[in-house]
T-cell receptor
Framework: KAGVTQTPRYLIKTRGQQVTLSCSPISGHRSVSWYQQTPGQGLQFLFE???????NKGNFPGRFSGRQFSNSRSEMNVSTLELGDSALYLC????????????FGPGTRLLVL | QKEVEQDPGPLSVPEGAIVSLNCTYSNSAFQYFMWYRQYSRKGPELLMY????GNKEDGRFTAQVDKSSKYISLFIRDSQPSDSATYLC????????????FGDGTTLTVKP
């Protein structure tokens, strides 16, 4: 079974721009969660989608948004990028939303200049 | 102060050593405890998942939870160079993945 894939793997943007990241979950998984990982803040939950509906949301500003399509693929968008948005963005998929069934992708490393 | 504090490391041990990785937490509502392993340029991979206090063993790995002390540990026996990675603890008040709070990680290097 193919794992979680994320595209692109690396991205460089400048302040004020917007960015869209993509995540393809494991086949059959309906839950997709997004996380931000930085050296200073560690791994922080952004939001979770299940069957195209956002079920949970972390404590991030409205500049961070996401969506899920009918095939369970998900996109995350960050508008008006700030330097502090530089991070590894991880996507995880699960057949449910339980932590023990969650599989992470390799992440997209975003650098904001 | 963070809800979850993890020994910062980095940790360097010789092959075959017993490794102890530790986290403390402040939220007494946490009942589910996880350890993830993250190799360089990869996403985290779930190693151990435990509920409430006690020990859980899986091969060379043992997870220990002491809720009275709000302290969890991961022990790695007979450590191997392939165990070199960053280890993240995570905990949650329920089973929902999105509700987990993660530690900052401890980077372990096992030298041959």
């Amino acid at each position: 079974k193919a794992g979680v894939t994320q595209t692109p793997r690396y991205l460089i943007k400048t302040r004020g721009q917007q960015v869209t990241l993509s995540c393809s979950p494991i086949s059959g998984h309906r839950s997709v969660s997004w996380y931000q990982q930085t050296p200073g803040q560690g791994l922080q939950f952004l939001f979770e989608y299940f069957s195209e509906t956002q079920r949970n949301k972390g404590n991030f500003p409205g500049r961070f948004s996401g969506r899920q399509f009918s095939n369970s693929r998900s996109e995350m968008n960050v508008s008006t990028l700030e330097l502090g948005d530089s991070a590894l963005y991880l996507c995880a998929s699960s057949p449910s939303d339980r932590a023990e069934t969650q599989y992470f992708g390799p992440g997209t490393r975003l650098l904001v200049l | 102060q963070k809800e979850v504090e993890q020994d910062p490391g980095p940790l360097s041990v010789p092959e075959g050593a017993i490794v102890s990785l530790n986290c403390t937490y402040s939220n007494s509502a946490f009942q589910y405890f996880m350890w993830y392993r993250q190799y360089s340029r990869k996403g985290p991979e779930l190693l151990m998942y435990t509920y409430s206090s006690g020990n859980k063993e899986d091969g060379r790995f043992t997870a220990q939870v002491d809720k009275s002390s709000k302290y969890i540990s991961l022990f790695i026996r007979d450590s191997q160079p392939s165990d070199s990675a960053t280890y993240l603890c995570a905990m949650s008040a329920n089973t929902n993945a999105g509700k987990s709070t993660f530690g900052d990680g401890t980077t372990l290097t096992v030298k041959p």
